[in-house]
């Protein structure tokens, strides 16, 4: 579980309540709308995932774009995440900044019209 050390421990305890609250619903018209928990980037290139929420195993759920203008909405392994390494040993961050209120709905409508993620 090297991929933690992307999240702050306060990021990653809210992404997995998220997904503990979204699995009695899942699939239901009371699925939950959550805003983005936190932005994950590529300090070197384009890449940037909006998460809402994570499974104890690093299975997060989100808005993600590789940097290929094409966001989507879908799972990514964190494991993934961490596994790549950048120009001197960068690796994938959180960005301690980020906040929102929107709904994942809106981030993904939004930046599917601009191409990429604005956050």
């Known amino acids: 579980m090297d991929w933690l050390r992307m999240l702050r ?8 309540l998220n997904h503990q609250k979204q699995q009695p619903v899942k699939g239901t018209p009371d699925e939950i709308d959550f805003p983005p928990v936190c932005k994950l980037f590529v300090p070197w290139a384009a890449g940037t995932w909006l998460l809402t929420e994570m499974d104890e195993d690093g ?10 203008q094409c966001p989507e909405l879908g799972h990514v392994s964190l494991d993934e995440l961490w596994g790549i390494k950048g120009p001197g040993g960068l690796r994938v961050e959180e960005d301690i900044h980020f906040r929102s209120d929107e709904p994942i709905s809106k981030w993904a409508t939004r930046s599917r019209e601009q191409g990429y993620i604005n956050a």
């Open 9 to 16: 421990s306060e990021t990653a305890q809210r992404l997995i």
């Open 59 to 68: 299975l997060a759920f989100g808005l993600c774009d590789i940097g290929h």
